[in-house]
């Protein structure tokens, strides 16, 4: 059986910080407001020179150093994003231009649960065995489209990028089940109108128009706490673990009350669950490996521990992932696949064959 380990991580976020305080200067608001609804303090801002593409870049290479390979090595690239700098090409284009290489490379839609599904998705090429070697980033510049005299969404959002390196492996690491959905018909609860190659009339288009996010916040809230539930325990049956046996949860950061009620579903205390929504805010697909990279740097994750990733988003969408951490060495020149049992498995199946 072929598994895709997780053997780098990286994370990037954009120097500017909007605090609380400077939204009470902005908005009718207040730090005790956000912090008691949300857990968000402060969150993270593009500067005029940042992009969805120089977050990724940064992220990706950090995953590619710890990982030990380079981007000539990777056999594909996906990048989960709502937010490309250009539709035409896709991000993951933009971002192998800066990394070199030649890999397959395409993007993935799915909002804020974009990350988990394109790990996923990575994670099928490489069970399937036509890859071995594969970088998935989750990128999101959601602050570009945030209406900063809209004190219900502008409190909520920051920016950043995360990426991880996906090799093949035949021990029991990465992703061990898998689960996704989405609800087409809420789509409404949380969108960008106008974001796209369909812009109705009534939007009354000219050049400088830059369109505005938009989120129905209460059912956004109603949606998460089951969906992100419900998707968790999922996860964790299917991987045919019991909650007991998960180490730590990794949720998408979006309100702390969400994440609580998560954790509650799988019977998990506070301290199992990763939070940084307070520095960071939603940064949409970033949220999980930013958050990722952060739990193994304070040295909270170690080989062999079973993670659980879950997130909800836009869609409206969900998706949840047991992991497991680690276990795979250092890189060496081949994939960490035996092909042992296969060469035997072969070589079996011939000899019968010539032997009847
Ligand atoms: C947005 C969210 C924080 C609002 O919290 P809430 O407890 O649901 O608050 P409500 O929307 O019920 O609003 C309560 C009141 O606070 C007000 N309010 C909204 N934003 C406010 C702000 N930033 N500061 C102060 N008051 C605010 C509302 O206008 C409302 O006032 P009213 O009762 O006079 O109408 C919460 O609904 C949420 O987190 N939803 C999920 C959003 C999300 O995660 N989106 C991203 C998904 S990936």
Redesign the pocket.
């Given at each position: 059986m072929r598994y895709a380990a997780i053997t780098g991580w990286g994370m990037s976020v954009p120097e500017r910080v909007l605090t609380n305080a400077d939204l009470e200067k902005m908005?009718?608001?207040?730090d005790e407001?956000?912090l008691s609804?949300?857990g968000i303090r402060e969150r993270r801002m593009v500067g005029p020179d940042d992009s969805t593409t120089s977050l990724s870049v940064a992220a990706a290479t950090q995953a590619l150093e710890r990982s030990g390979i380079t981007a000539s090595d990777l056999d594909l690239i996906v990048v989960a994003t709502c937010t490309p700098d250009q539709f035409l090409v896709s991000e993951a284009c933009l971002v192998q231009a800066e990394l070199g290489g030649t890999a397959a490379a395409f993007d993935l839609g799915a909002?804020?649960a974009g990350f988990v599904y394109a790990l996923s998705t990575a994670t099928q090429f490489i069970q399937a065995g036509l890859y071995d070697r594969v970088l998935v980033i989750g990128a999101d510049t959601l602050t570009r489209f945030v209406d900063y005299s809209d004190?219900?969404t502008c409190?909520?959002f920051g920016d950043g990028a995360g990426a991880v390196v996906l090799e093949a492996t035949n021990e029991p690491r990465g992703t061990l089940s898998t689960v996704l959905g989405a609800h087409g018909e809420g789509y409404k609860h949380?969108y960008i109108p106008g974001w796209g190659a369909f812009v109705p009339e009534s939007a009354g288009i000219f050049p400088e128009y830059r369109p505005f996010l938009q989120?129905n916040?209460?059912e956004?809230?109603r949606f998460?706490v089951t969906a992100m539930g419900d998707a968790a325990v999922e996860a964790v049956e299917r991987a045919g673990l019991e909650f007991g046996d998960i180490d730590m949860l990794i949720p998408?950061q979006?309100?702390l009350r969400?994440i609580d009620a998560a954790a509650r579903r799988l019977d998990l205390s506070m301290d199992k669950v990763w939070v940084n929504l307070d520095k960071y805010g939603?940064t949409?697909a970033a949220s999980i490996p930013i958050a990722l990279f952060e739990a193994e740097q304070a040295g909270k994750i170690k080989d062999g521990d079973n993670l659980v990733f879950v997130a909800?988003?836009?869609g409206l969408a969900w998706a949840a992932s047991v992991i497991r951490w680690g276990g795979v060495p250092k890189h060496s020149d081949q994939p960490h696949v035996s092909e042992t049992p296969v060469d035997e498995a072969v070589a079996t199946a011939i000899g019968a064959e010539r032997s009847s």
């Open positions: 908005v009718d608001t207040s407001w956000i609804r949300t909002a804020c004190r219900s409190i909520l949380l989120m916040g209460r956004v809230f998460a998408h979006a309100n969400i939603n949409s909800f988003g836009g």
